[in-house]
């Protein structure tokens, strides 16, 4: 069986090799097969504990030193609990962490638990190499799955066609919410007034506030996010059932025009020569940046080199809709179907994933914002620390973020296209219409692509 989906995965990466992994070659789909054994190993029922012998389990990620301290202090208070497990934990950069794991397949070594960015989901768990976790989770008496963001649980269940439906195949590590950030000492020496969750600001709102900040060295804002421009102006990069490319679409080419507007028309924004020999994330630790995106897991960051106060605030809506949106993204960690000690791994990773004490120790070291919805709207709302408005990460994650339209399909080949000569519209050399009119049709040719690979593993 190991040898067999290591095989598949190996055909899987010879159509598309992952993300940041170097070569990319055709397709060779036609000999593929999925079978039934994969079926049984996937529905397996996890392992009971055999003895009290000691256990040893592999767990591999990556992270900065920062995720690897917080991480292995979870690790530590995982064994507590369980005196008879013992935790090898493995470190890969992430720029090596997809060839890592594939060699380690090939070689029938892939680890008991590993990290597993969502863009890989559909890859492995197409090629056999996750552990389908849905009978764990309904039948785990170690955490309450209604008491975690719904969305951060949905977007690793994969349905053959699709995420969001169908088995479970990680939980989730982390969330990550993607909010606006503010100096709030260049907002008062403008007079500009932040919004509020019953009075939000519009594009036209955001461009005023920039034009008001930016002034010598200091700009009002970094660029804007494109997903949350286009979203929240009903558009999308492609249609419904992720097969053909829509962004062509009028809509889609407002929002994207106003977003390089920002830069190229109202010179609100750092010039892309500024952003290389400063980046608008320094240049706001700096203070010298009213407004910019900012993840949660950059809070630590915001703690440590902000000498300036600081807060947070919901994105604009769409002036011609009243709506807004933004991305969130996440890791999985997800089992190995292979693995020797399934429930010990399972065990794991949901130790890591929603234990309190970890979840605790992830939240106040500035790490992430807290997966259990009770904690985050709890001690971490009642935290005193920055920011006050906590609700601008929370909001995301409880109301309007949305997955990616890349990580919903099976490779980011088109999405990398796409975006391969946007800095051309940003800097006001080319209109954003005349930018997605030229590259719709090589983008649409990668997209068909990929749904030719994934039919190919079906």
Known sequence: MKKRIATLLVIAMGISVLAGCGNKTEDNTGNIETGSSQTESQEAEPQEPVSNDQIELTFMGWGNDSEVATFQAMIDAYEEKYPNVSVNYIVVPDSDYDT??????AAGEQPDAFYCGIDYVMKYAATGNLYDLSSYV???????????????????????????DGPLYALPKDVSAFSVVYNKDLFEAAGVTPPTEDDPWDWNDYLEAAQKMTNGDVYGT????????????????????????????????????????LRSVYHV???????????????????????MGVG????????NQCEFEWD?????????TGE????????????????????????????????????????T??????????????????????????????NVLDDYGRLATQSRTFNQEWWSEFNSGVDAVYNGEITAQEYCDSVADSVQALLDKSVEQQNALK
């Open 100 to 105: 890592k794991m594939q060699n380690m397949i």
């Open 138 to 164: 309904e039948n785990n008496d170690l955490f309450d799955v209604d008491n975690v963001w719904e969305n951060a649980i949905n977007i690793y269940r994969y349905n053959g066609t699709s995420l969001g």
């Open 222 to 261: 970094s660029m804007y996010s494109m997903e949350s421009a286009v979203w929240s102006n009903g558009a999308d990069w492609l249609n419904d059932s992720l097969t053909e490319v829509a962004f062509t679409d009028p809509k889609f080419v407002e929002a994207f025009q106003f977003v390089a507007d």
């Open 269 to 291: 924004a750092p010039s892309s020569s500024e952003e290389t020999s400063l980046s608008s994330y320094d240049r706001f630790m700096q203070g010298k940046l009213g407004m």
């Open 296 to 303: 949660s897991w950059a809070t630590a960051d915001l703690w």
């Open 312 to 320: 947070l605030m919901d994105w604009p809506v769409s002036p011609n």
């Open 324 to 363: 807004r949106a933004v991305w969130f993204g996440s890791a999985g960690l997800a089992v190995s179907p292979e693995s020797e000690h399934l429930e010990e791994a399972c065990n794991l990773i949901a130790f890591l994933a929603f234990n309190e004490d970890a979840q605790r120790t992830s939240y």
């Open 365 to 394: 070291t500035g790490m992430s914002v807290p997966i259990l919805k009770d904690m985050a709207y709890g001690e971490y709302t009642e935290m005193d620390k920055a920011p006050v408005n906590k609700n601008g990460f929370l």
